[in-house]
């Protein structure tokens, strides 16, 4: 997949403020300074995600229309401390209702730092997306941080310990490897939930 034109169309919290249109979704989860944002930039090759060297920058939904069929949602980042408690329990009541029952989401791009590997708050997404049976591709970021053989060893324990099919993707920004292979699993996630749609499931 080639992106030809991306648009930055909102930025929402709850339901009543995002998007209309029946487009499928691509959300982007991880946690707080996952390198979510530089991965947004890299992907689109365009600045339009906001990179701050603070976490927990992201609090809204922020939604993105690729190539004029189709959003990748940056969601905000999970298990950042210094964020009021207050403003923390509501990104998780509306993140859950929007994971759990948003019709339009194709399904969902997990990001997980390859140096420090699953943490619970990682392995409770993980836990919430198969019991929602929501499609989720799995991405190690920062791959360049490891050697060859470690990166290796570190995708297959992540497989391991999340039940995966295959190993993870593991990309790098700084390195620029992995854009091309996360590009076409986000095409199969928005052809997929097309055919879903086509055939009433």
């Known amino acids: 997949m ?19 249109e029946w ?8 946690r707080s300074n996952v390198g979510k944002s530089s991965l ?17 920058k992201t609090r809204t939904l922020n939604f993105f229309l690729v190539n004029s069929s189709f959003y990748v949602v940056d969601l905000p980042g999970y298990g950042y401390a210094k964020v009021a408690k207050q403003l923390r329990d509501e990104w998780g009541q509306e993140l859950g209702r929007y994971l759990l029952d948003e019709q339009r989401v194709a399904g969902v791009v997990t990001l997980i730092d390859i140096r420090h590997g699953p943490t619970p708050l990682d392995l409770d997404l ?4 198969t019991a929602a049976a929501r499609e989720r591709v799995v991405v190690l970021t920062k791959a360049d941080k490891l050697s060859r053989g470690q990166r290796a060893s570190t995708q297959r324990e992540v497989q391991r310990q999340l039940g995966l099919a295959t190993p993870p993707l593991a990309v790098s920004v700084n390195a620029a490897e992995g854009r091309r292979e996360l590009l076409g699993e986000i095409e ?14």
């Open 2 to 20: 080639e992106i030809f034109n991306v648009t930055f169309r909102a930025a929402a919290l709850r339901a009543s403020s995002r998007p209309r």
């Open 23 to 30: 487009y499928p979704q691509v959300a982007v989860a991880g």
């Open 40 to 56: 947004l930039n890299w992907l689109f090759q365009r600045r339009l995600a906001k990179v701050a060297k603070a976490p927990g």
């Open 126 to 129: 993980q836990e919430m997306l």
């Open 188 to 201: 199969s996630l928005v052809t997929a939930w097309r055919g879903r749609q086509s055939r009433g499931d």
